[in-house]
Nanobody
Framework: QVQLVESGGGVVQAGGSLRLSCSPS????????MAWFRQAPGQEREFVAF????????YYPDSVKGRFTISRDNAKNTVTLQMNSLKPEDTAVYYC???????????????????WGQGTQVTVSS
């Protein structure tokens, strides 16, 4: 069983940057497609970014495209989410997730992911 651990959340002013990291506390994620999701209070969890196991494919929703960048270092067993030009509406708990077997085009579906972290809070003040 893979346990994912996120780090790097915090409080930042609008326009600032944060870098989130995700690593497994046990096991490895070098062959797993990975994603980031977020959930704001009173809202549904939403897709933020996806990266294939090789790092060759990435996808983002329009809400973060051009501001967020997902990357991975399989040798270090780490997935990173670089968030720039942050807005107050980016405030949420951010979760990383790993999939064992991802169906094509299902990368934004929460149900495609088998392992989740506990989440890290990101707060963007205006």
């Amino acid at each position: 069983q893979v346990q994912l651990v996120e780090s790097g959340g915090g409080v930042v002013q609008a326009g600032g940057s944060l870098r989130l990291s995700c690593s497994p506390s046990g096991g490895a994620i070098g062959r797993n497609p990975m994603a980031w999701f977020r959930q704001a209070p009173g809202q549904e969890r939403e897709f933020v970014a996806f990266i294939s196991w090789s790092g060759g494919s990435t996808y983002y929703p329009d809400s973060v495209k051009g501001r967020f960048t997902i990357s991975r270092d399989n040798a270090k067993n780490t997935v990173t989410l670089q968030m720039n030009s942050l807005k107050p509406e980016d405030t949420a708990v951010y979760y990383c997730a790993a999939s064992r077997f991802l169906s094509p085009r299902m990368y934004s579906d929460q149900g495609s992911y088998d392992y989740w972290g506990q989440g890290t809070q990101v707060t963007v003040s205006s």
